[in-house]
């Protein structure tokens, strides 16, 4: 499976983007999902996941209620909407696969890894 994260960009505190990752492979539908994310000079950290058919999800406290992550399993795509975005929130953010149907907060669970999106928040 490969993993292309797309969508990061600066935008202004309190405002808005949403991540996208497009997965190649037909595996993709019984796949857990997760989104982490990296701040400078810290190490990565779990933001969301959910399971193969969106149905569970988990969210960190910080993101809880800002951030919605889902997946659209016909276009084989994850999503994190993001919204009432804050200066904290700046950060790398990851997609990640891992073949089980249950999406997990341990990275050391997830085989697959995109490339990274920057998102940049301005206070």
């Known amino acids: 499976v490969q993993l292309q994260a797309s969508g990061g960009g600066l935008v202004q505190a309190g405002g808005s983007l949403r991540l996208s990752c497009a997965a190649s492979?037909?595996?993709?539908?019984?796949?857990?999902m997760g989104w982490f994310r990296q701040a400078p000079g810290e190490e990565r950290r779990f933001v969301a996941h959910?399971?193969?058919?969106?149905?569970?999800?988990n969210y960190a406290d910080s993101v809880q209620g800002r951030f919605t992550i889902s997946r659209d399993n016909a276009k084989n795509t994850l999503y994190l909407q993001m919204n009432s975005l804050k200066s904290e929130d700046t950060a790398v953010y990851y997609c990640?696969?891992?073949?089980?149907?249950?999406?997990?907060?341990?990275?050391?669970?997830?085989?697959?890894w995109g490339q990274g999106t920057q998102v940049t928040v301005s206070s």
């Open positions: 990640a696969a891992r073949e089980k149907p249950y999406g997990s907060i341990q990275q050391t669970l997830y085989e697959y």
């Open positions: 492979g037909r595996a993709f539908s019984s796949y857990g």
């Open positions: 959910l399971n193969w058919n969106g149905a569970m999800t």
